[in-house]
Every structure is written in C-alpha cells, then in structure tokens.
C-alpha cells in the first residue's frame, strides 16, 4: 500500500469550474507538500502546510491532521492550470514521500 | 532569488553509454535531493546530501549511479553504464536544513535511452 495516496488520478475540468484534489497518508508527518509539474518536467512548490489552510491566488490547500487528509482546491480553473498536481509528505526527517499525482486537465 | 538549476535540459543516450548531470542548488541550502521520476509515476529519491556528505542512498543502484556533492555546493550525478530502464525525469532539489522549510526544484534533467 503506497504510504500517500491520491485521488483523482485524472481529473478532467471545464473553464471555470471548481477542482477539489484529495491526499491521504498513513502516518503522521512534520509537513505536507502540494506541487505542480508541467509537462516538461519542472515541478513548482504550490505549498507546504503542517496545519490549518493557507490560499494563493485562486489555490486554497487544507488539512486535516487527525483524519491525515488534505485537498487542494482549484477555484475558477483555466487551462494554463493543467497539470499533474502532486502531494508530497515530509516525516520527522528532511525526506519527501510523494504520491503518484493527479493529472489535470482543464478545457476552455 | 535564483531558482535550482539543472544541465542539460535534455539528453538522448544509447544504452550502456555513461551520462552526467549538474545540479547548481539555491544559495546557503545546505541540504540537496536527487530524484529519479519515471513517466507515470512519483518522483523517488535517489540520494539526499547533507552539505558534502551522503544523508540517504538507499534507493542509489550503486553498481551504475554515482553522485557527488564537493564543497557542499553543486552536485553531479552520473550513471554508467546507462540502461533502457533508466530512462526519466531526473530532479534536482534543494532546502534549508531543517522540518519547516520548503523545497526548490529543478526544471528537471529528461534522459531517453535508446
């Protein structure tokens, strides 16, 4: 069973629309990462949370850390925010987890 | 502040060649990721350095990949001989010491073995 776990896998959106990405992980951690990677292969870091909610822009990142979950929400998604959006959990070392990603796909 | 930056973008190789690539991490971070990322799947850690020396190294196949950190700076990672398996994405990263700092990655080294 893999230690972090996604769901979608895919995701399909239309403009506009409002995007909810969801990770689960097995044990407790120091810190969860959400990131983005474009189809190039470059991965960009959206945000790192150990508790509460944090937003950026039109990105909102939430977690729960008793029932070990966190969402991602996308608000009025765009195409240019198609991409594979990634979770990655950190323990109590410097060591990143990552979850095998949510391919998204947002069309005009 | 300058991101992680990664040479080449791109390298197509023939199997059993060797190949090497650089990783220059963001400024006073002291701690610095490899990451393979095979298509389809999550990046996994090939080797994480702590200034110059080697944290974890567990998931390095030592028999063909070898990495280097001197002066506690810019990294190589080098492989040799490649194998058609060892086509990927190959992350550089980088972070300050520590739990409640972030990661800088790199745009990524894709390397095709043909």
């Known amino acids: 069973k893999n230690e972090v776990e996604q769901s979608p896998q895919n995701l399909t959106a239309q403009e506009g629309e409002f995007i909810t990405i969801n990770c689960s992980y097995s044990v407790g951690i120091s810190a969860l990462h959400w990131l983005q990677q474009h189809p190039g292969g470059g991965i960009v870091s959206l945000f790192m949370l150990s508790s509460g909610k944090k937003k950026h822009g039109r990105l909102i990142a939430t977690i729960n850390i008793q029932e070990k979950h966190s969402s991602l929400h996308i608000t009025a998604s765009h195409p240019r925010d198609s991409a594979v959006y990634i979770c990655?959990?950190?323990?109590?070392?410097?060591?990143?987890?990552f979850g095998t990603g949510t391919r998204l796909q947002v069309f005009p | 502040e300058a991101g992680v930056a990664q040479s080449p973008r791109y390298k197509i190789i023939e199997k059993r060649q060797s190949v090497a690539f650089w990783c220059n991490p963001i400024s006073g971070h002291a701690t610095l990721y490899w990451y393979q990322q095979i298509l389809g799947q999550g990046p996994k850690l090939l080797i994480q350095?702590?200034?110059?020396?080697?944290?974890?190294d567990s998931q390095l196949p030592k028999d063909r990949f070898s990495a280097e950190r001197l002066k506690g700076v810019d990294s190589t990672l080098k492989i040799q001989p490649a194998k058609l398996e060892d086509s990927a994405v190959y992350l550089c990263?980088?972070?300050?010491?520590?739990?409640?700092?972030?990661?800088?990655f790199g745009s990524g080294t894709r390397l095709t073995v043909v």
């Open positions: 990655a959990v950190r323990w109590n070392t410097d060591k990143l987890i």
């Open positions: 990263a980088s972070s300050k010491q520590g739990f409640n700092y972030g990661y800088t």
């Open positions: 350095f702590q200034n110059n020396g080697v944290v974890d």
